[in-house]
Nanobody
């Protein structure tokens, strides 16, 4: 049974930082591309960042470039999202996703339950 469990969300003031983690189990983590998505109230889920199986070539949505960093530790079956210089518009539920095919992450095979990030102004 595949599980993706996010953690690290919370309430932070604008300009602050949070580090999200997504621990995976039940799959061969090292061969999966991983992604982070978010969904704000009343909005559709949107792509934030993704990373390939080896941890190289991360890709970000323009709105988070230079502020967020995605990384992974295949030995720990975990993907991270370091979020700096947070803005109120970053407020959302953040989800991690796993798929064998990076291009298909938006319709990934596996999703976590989400972790709430709230940025106060």
């Amino acid at each position: 049974q595949v599980q993706l469990v996010e953690s690290g969300g919370g309430l932070v003031q604008a300009g602050g930082s949070l580090r999200l983690s997504c621990a995976a189990s039940g799959l061969t983590f090292s061969i999966y591309s991983m992604g982070w998505f978010r969904q704000a109230p009343g909005k559709e889920r949107e792509f934030v960042a993704d990373i390939n199986w080896s941890g190289s070539r991360p890709y970000y949505v323009d709105s988070v470039k230079g502020r967020f960093t995605i990384s992974r530790d295949n030995a720990k079956n975990t993907v991270y999202l370091q979020m700096n210089s947070l803005k109120p518009e970053d407020t959302a539920v953040y989800y991690c996703a796993a798929d064998r095919t990076r291009a298909q992450l938006s319709q990934a095979d596996y999703w976590g339950q989400g972790t709430q990030v709230t940025v106060s102004s």
